[in-house]
């Protein structure tokens, strides 16, 4: 049973919330922070950049800057090593976006994954048939036609004729490149079930309604892990990757209060799944859809064993017995995980009579993780603050930066949530100390240089910053 300290939103539990719960929010949720300030926060500090905007911008595509680069690897990194690296019954695998046109079939999305539209006769835009009151056209007030299903995947052509014959597909979820690579990884890793396959890439959707910043848009990157089970031990294994996931977030900073658990409805179960729960988030615009977990059955596999001609089944040696094992698929979004991170971290307080914006972003996402600010750049300071830079940046990722005032740089590397700033001041050059400042509690402590390295190392790994016992002040 899922564990009761998991809070599982008892209104949804017998049922669907409502059809556009999962779509734009639960809007009867009160906003904590305004998007706009995370998008704007986003563009000034390089985090992340509307695609092409010396063009005029691309709809719903968006570059990640130097500081997003790391903070989306940061995500990604964590997930791999709860995943895949800290234990030993889920492998790894990196599969082509490209795939075999088959695959779709076998897996249903050429026929399933659609959403209906109906067509404006006059200016042609499209709509979603729920989206629209009355009869006609939102923008022109023209005729619409009837719904027609509109596939949401990208259709592409192999080699250099455009023809029906080499029309492939951009995939649209990870998972069907784990399914199709299921027997060569049973057969090469010598691995019992339950065994889970894990992958990380990105995915493409012709979204009808993207926005939101990142929260959907038509490229982006999914966490996937299929964790290949003995039937009837699959609703056990649900319940354990519902609360393994929910508990990843927590641990990764966000406030347990801004998530919880909604069961899907029968009426709202895609195409392949028995059973779900999606961890949802307290997003600006509502309750949303950050990670789901599905009971995928044997629906993929018996697919394309169908499809294929390929038998795909587990022998189990000990109990000699053959089946086609039940999937359970925790499926998250590097982007949708960005923005949560980001939108739960994000925080403003006033100190010294100025406003200060900062992120606390847990240490193991913090794009940067030391930031060495000389007190000014001054000759004499320089040679110190670049042999502490150099040190450091071998073990961390670290920033230097030597420009305008100090208590300007503090700011920028707080918008940021680096969690440590190392100041080298005249007394250093003395004394060869240095001032380590804490991001959260603006604390501080004086170290000795050669003691830095490992004194960080502690911190980051999450030793307590207990400025008590050495010379610190507060400086609020
Ligand atoms: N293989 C199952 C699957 O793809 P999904 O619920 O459609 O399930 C899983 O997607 C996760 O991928 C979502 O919870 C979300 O985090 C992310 N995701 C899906 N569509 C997205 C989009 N258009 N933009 C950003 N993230 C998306």
Known sequence: MLNEDTPLTPVNKAGKLSSDASEKGDLSMPAKVDMGKIV?????????????EIYGGLASCWDYGPMGVELKRNVRDAWWKSIVHERDDVVGLDTSIMMHPGVWTASGHIDS??????????????????????????????????PRMFNLM??????????????????????????????????????????????????????????NFIFRTREFEQLELEYFVKPGTDEEWLDYWVKERFDWYVKLGIRKENLRLR????????????????????????????????????????????????????????????????????????DRSVLAFLIDAYDEEEVEGEKRTLLHLHRDLAPIKVAVLPLSRNEKLTPLAKEVFNKLCRNFVTDYDDSQSIGRRYRRQD?????????????????????????DSLAQIRVPVEELGKILAAKLKGEAFDASTLWATRQK
């Not at 704007?40 to 092409?52: E, Y």
């Not at 067509?119 to 923008?139: A, F, Q, T, V, Y």
């Not at 951009?170 to 894990?198: H, M, Y």
């Not at 587990?314 to 000699?320: I, K, L, N, S, V």
């Open 40 to 52: 704007s926060l986003c563009k000034r500090r390089g985090l992340i950049f509307p695609s092409s």
């Open 415 to 439: 918008e940021i949530g680096t969690p440590f700033c190392v100041t080298i001041d005249f007394e250093s050059l003395e004394d060869k100390q240095v001032t380590i400042r804490e991001r």
């Open 263 to 334: 069961q899907h409805g029968k009426d709202e179960l895609a195409h392949y799944a028995r059973d779900c729960y999606d961890v949802e988030y307290l997003f600006p615009m509502g309750w949303s859809e950050l990670e789901g977990i599905a009971n995928r059955g044997d629906f993929d596999l018996i697919q394309h064993a169908k499809c294929s001609g390929r038998e795909l089944s587990y022998y189990d040696a000990e109990a000699g017995e053959k089946y086609v094992p039940y999937v359970i698929e925790p499926s998250a979004g590097v």
């Open 113 to 146: 994954f659609t959403d209906p539209l109906v067509e404006c006769k006059s200016c042609h835009l499209r709509w979603r048939d729920n989206e629209i009151e009355g009869e006609s056209c939102p923008k022109c007030g023209g005729e619409l036609t009837e």
């Open 154 to 211: 990208f259709k592409t052509f192999m080699g250099p004729v455009e023809e029906e014959a080499s029309t492939i597909y951009l995939r649209p979820e990870t998972a069907q490149g784990i399914f199709v690579n299921f027997d060569s990884v049973i057969t090469t890793s010598r691995k019992k079930l339950p065994l889970g396959i894990a992958q990380i890439g990105k995915s493409f959707r012709n979204e009808i309604t993207p926005g």
